[in-house]
């Protein structure tokens, strides 16, 4: 196992990394000019250490558990199966409970309906009193009684209670039989779209996410929260009823059920016909369309009738002069099912498109997006989803990357990530994966931190390979400090990572400051760094590993030393003077950062820097530069700056000395 340096930088959720132990001062990190042309092989003549390039395998590798895909798909059924059994189960218990209900309101509507007619024996009794009167008259010789006309049956008319309460309970009982009908179509829907497919688990994760579009943009899950609402309102409508105490039947009862019941009918004609029409009717070609998730028996009979049409009718059927579009139909002929149906509808999504058109792997990147939203919540999503996104082309994996997180899609899409990524011969497709691998990554970090040393090794693989080409040979080339492989500088992510794998970041810091690759934000974090390297103490477990490290932070402070350059010279007596200010502004905030490392050391280490020939490379360059320009009491000018310097100096002069003054 590699030993690990702990370097003790702790990460913050914000933007910038903050580092702990060193108070922040507000000193200016020296400015560069002109840049010293180096590579990475110059400096590994000093270090001796391999750098780790694109192409090559990770020392470090994400964990690869079997087929990533397979993984997701297997999640993602998981999930499906989830949600539908919770709709089924749902619709299942409405559909008890309606049936039940159904039966109730039945039993009261037989008894109420009666009431909104004549009752027939308010008619046979009143013959029955005229017969007697009849029998009567005529037993008494009354002759005026015998001539005199019969009267009219009465007549009947429902009270306005009687047709109130009836209105209620026939709407309660056709409201509980449309929620039955209904249940029972989405149950067919629910069983048509968790349907297997003999599909490979990539091509699966793709029908997938169209059944899921369709499902959601179709309203499917609304029209099943729908009926509870509709069960409920038959109950209410019946409670009404019971209170009102009566029901008719005549024309204002039948037109009330005639409006419900035409509802349900035009909602099941509907929902029958529109699977058919999409295709039948949908203009684009390529079916970018949501599919219509209205997927029953009775819409599949439909839909084999209007193929068998569409055969017979040939190419140039339309109606009312709009066309069928029956070229685009024929893949369907030989239909089978709906899973058929779906097979085709996604190869006709993924058949090439005209350029610009960046859809065509448009559904497993919103499968995968979707995956990592909904499911990625679990480290083996993570791992499963970053192996996905290396087996996709360039295109689509940027388009995963910058669909999940708003930061990277504003990084990746900039002038210069489009040129660097988009050009085969800057980055070629191992060091394009590296990039892409990096950023995602990097946006899961936070909530996972067992994925940082799996983030940094593919920061420093990209732009290794990157450096090993040297800078930028023409105005075209993108700069790599204007296209780094991160969002935010991953300096805060060090803490605890494998020795070797810090020696390799800091090696690549190492090779971006010679190369002036490093933007002035990030070069007081890389101060930092080396501070928190120089003042984690050596022991015998870690030793050659820190003194690597330490030997590292020698080189990058080295290489900051070579950018002091000073700048070109002019005739101009006023001109010349602010050169030289500026130049002494420079080595100033070279030298207090030296300082400010040197003072890391633990108490009894410094002593030993005498042997370090890079710490004494180091100090013999500044004092050069600081000799060159009037000596060190003129540059700095803190009685404290200038105290710890002579103490540094007499150090690597071996004088003997106190401690270094904090």
């Not at 010293?36 to 690869?64: A, C, H, M």
């Not at 069960?231 to 005549?250: E, P």
Request: proline share 6%.
């Amino acid at each position: 196992m590699p030993r690990r340096t702990i370097v003790k930088v702790y990460p913050q959720y914000d933007d910038k990394p903050i580092f702990v132990e060193f108070p922040a001062q507000s000193i200016s990190s020296p400015e560069r000019s002109s840049p010293r042309k180096n590579t990475i092989d110059n400096f590994d003549e000093q270090t001796q250490t391999e750098p780790w390039l694109s192409g090559v395998p990770y020392k470090y590798p994400v964990p690869k558990n079997g087929d990533p895909w397979e993984t997701c798909i297997e999640k993602v059924r998981g999930f499906d199966g989830d949600m539908c059994d919770g709709w089924r189960e749902e619709v299942d218990n409405l559909l008890i409970f309606a049936g039940l209900f159904s039966a109730v309101v039945t039993a009261f509507v037989i008894e109420s309906y009666q009431r909104l007619s004549q009752d027939p024996n308010d008619v046979n009794t009143f013959l029955l009193e005229q017969i007697l009167a009849q029998i009567h008259a005529a037993n008494t010789q009354n002759t005026a009684a015998l001539n005199a006309p019969l009267p009219s049956p009465p007549t009947f008319s429902p009270s306005i209670t009687d047709i109130r309460i009836n209105i209620f309970w026939f709407m309660s009982l056709a409201l509980s039989l449309a929620t039955v009908l209904i249940g029972v179509l989405c149950t067919q829907w629910l069983r048509e779209y968790e349907r297997d497919t003999p599909l490979d688990p990539k091509e699966a994760i793709s029908l997938r996410q169209i059944r899921y579009e369709g499902l959601i943009t179709w309203k499917v899950p609304d029209i099943l929260t729908a009926l509870p609402v509709l069960l409920h309102s038959s109950l209410v409508l019946f409670f009404a009823g019971l209170i009102d105490l009566l029901w008719d039947l005549n024309h204002i009862v039948a037109l009330f059920v005639t409006l419900i019941s035409g509802f349900v009918i035009l909602f099941i004609v509907a929902t029958t016909v529109l699977p058919t029409l999409q295709l039948l009717f949908m203009r684009d070609k390529h079916l970018r369309a949501p599919q219509c998730a209205y997927k029953s028996a009775q819409s599949w009979v439909l839909h084999r009738l209007v193929t068998v049409a569409v055969r017979l009718l040939g190419p140039t059927a339309s109606l009312n002069n709009i066309p069928f579009l029956s070229s685009r139909y024929k893949p369907f002929f030989t239909d089978k099912n709906w899973v058929d149906f779906d097979i085709r509808w996604r190869e006709a999504r993924s058949k090439p498109q005209a350029v610009g058109n960046d859809h065509a792997n448009s559904d497993i990147v919103h499968g995968l997006v979707w995956i990592d939203k909904n499911l990625g919540q679990s480290l083996e999503m993570i791992y499963a989803i970053y192996h996905c996104i290396r087996d996709l082309t360039l295109a689509p994996s940027i388009q995963v990357i910058t669909s999940i997180g708003a930061q990277a899609k504003s990084h990746l899409l900039s002038k210069e990530m489009i040129s660097y990524l988009g050009s085969t011969y800057t980055a070629p497709e191992d060091e394009r994966r590296d990039v892409i691998s990096a950023f995602f990554l990097e946006m899961n970090s936070r909530a996972f931190p067992q994925l940082d040393q799996y983030q940094i090794e593919s920061v420093i693989r990209s732009l290794n390979t990157r450096l090993k080409k040297g800078v930028a040979k023409n105005e075209n080339d993108v700069r790599i400090v204007d296209s780094l492989p991160f969002i935010r500088w991953p300096l805060n992510t060090t803490r605890g990572l494998p020795g070797d794998l810090v020696a390799q970041f800091m090696l690549c810091i190492k090779n971006l400051v010679s190369q002036g690759q490093t933007t002035a934000e990030y070069d007081q974090d890389i101060w930092t760094l080396i501070q928190q390297i120089f003042s984690n103490p050596s022991t015998e477990e870690n030793d050659s590993q820190h003194d690597l490290h330490v030997q590292l932070a020698f080189e990058i402070m080295l290489a900051y030393e070579s950018n002091l350059l000073p700048t070109t010279a002019t005739t101009d007596r006023s001109d010349e003077e602010i050169e030289k200010v500026k130049n002494r502004e420079k080595v100033k905030a070279y030298a207090r950062q030296i300082i400010r490392a040197f003072r890391a050391f633990p108490p009894g280490e410094i002593q030993a820097l005498s042997l370090e020939p890079h710490a004494r490379q180091v100090i013999t360059a500044v004092r050069n530069r600081m000799d060159s320009m009037g000596g060190y009491e003129l540059i700095l000018q803190s009685p404290g700056d200038r105290e710890r310097w002579s103490k540094i100096t007499k150090i690597m002069d071996k004088v003997p000395c106190d401690d270094m003054p904090q």
